[in-house]
């Protein structure tokens, strides 16, 4: 998601400042072959372990990240539109119908469940079902408004509740544990994406637009006013829960550059791509040398 992210906010800067080469797609070849790769992996995996897999789709923390899979199929929609329409549209409606049965899974899991608790709670739950606002980006350009309406209206339904429940828990209830503190940056992706679907859904930009896009914003100077907390938490693999909120900020911000022409906006889209570029530059070596050390997809991490 992270790397789809930092794709498609290349993609738009380029638009922009022009740098002479066009670096979104190599990141865009790089990252669809990553994507397939991670795929055939986890395949073998259900194939040799099934029911260690299972036990990760009933598990009350980790069954929220399991729609990752059909939120990067719906990235790579949106960063393939351009230049390959017919597969994004194929990734698009499998992402479309893979993600509406996540969400109907988690939807019916929480209403009939028997083991979930307040510190189960955490903001990778806005994943399963808020992440419907993301459908209409490229639903537009492949299927009726109405269907891109249908996910919209689901996704932006359940971020207040979601947002309420979530800020609770944080609130009066013991801090989140410290593999799951860099999920807060979740609560940028929400009102960013969903600026986004908003303006391809009306056609531009109005009241409503402007109220997400500054709320999007809130939660990003919000995050980046607690860096020192974020600082001290050990790595682990969820600090690649920094990188998509942050692509989607930069992305959203380009957009604003582009409807209000301001260069405010231009300029803050450009110092968030070089952090952006600076963080999965920083997550990628991380994560490569915590594979070596085999330090991580360990039992209890």
């Known amino acids: 998601m992270g790397m789809c992210g930092l794709s498609i906010a290349w993609n738009r800067a380029e638009h922009f400042f022009n740098p002479g080469f066009c670096l979104s797609s190599l990141l865009l070849g790089l990252t669809s072959l990553w994507f397939f790769l991670l795929i055939g992996i986890y395949a073998t995996k259900i194939a040799k372990y099934p029911a260690e897999v299972r036990a990760e789709l009933t598990h009350p923390v980790k069954q929220a990240f399991a729609p990752t899979f059909s939120i990067s199929l719906l990235l790579l929609s949106v960063a393939h539109l351009q230049s390959a329409r017919e597969f994004s549209f194929w990734l698009w409606a499998i992402g479309t119908l893979c993600h509406l049965g996540f969400t109907f899974y988690m939807l019916s899991s929480w209403m009939h469940h028997t083991k979930y608790e307040i510190a189960h ?89 402007h109220i997400l896009y500054s709320v999007a914003a809130m939660f ?82």
């Not at 609770?168 to 994406?193: D, G, K, Q, S, W």
């Not at 682990?236 to 959203?252: E, G, K, V």
């Not at 300029?267 to 991580?296: D, H, K, Q, S, Y």
């Open 220 to 301: 990003t100077l919000l995050l980046f006013s607690q860096i020192n907390h974020f600082r001290r938490i050990p790595f682990f693999l969820s600090w690649w829960a920094y990188s998509f909120p942050l692509a989607a900020m930069t992305i959203a911000t380009f957009l604003m550059a582009k409807l209000t022409g301001q260069a405010m906006y231009l300029w803050i889209g450009g110092g968030l791509l070089g952090l952006l570029n600076i963080l999965i530059a920083m997550l990628a070596w991380r994560t490569a040398r915590a594979v070596l050390r085999r330090e991580i997809c360990v039992a209890g991490h």
């Open 121 to 209: 709670l955490n903001p990778a739950w806005f994943i399963p079902v808020v992440g419907n606002i993301l459908i209409p980006i490229t639903g537009l350009q492949h299927a009726t408004p109405e269907i891109s309406w249908f996910f919209f209206s689901l996704g932006l339904f359940f971020w207040p509740i979601l947002t309420a429940i979530i800020f609770y828990r944080l609130i009066f209830h013991p801090a989140l544990p410290e593999r799951l503190l860099p999920t807060l940056f979740i609560f940028i992706a929400p009102p960013a994406v969903g600026f986004i679907s908003w303006v391809n859904l009306t056609g531009g930009l109005d009241a409503f637009g």
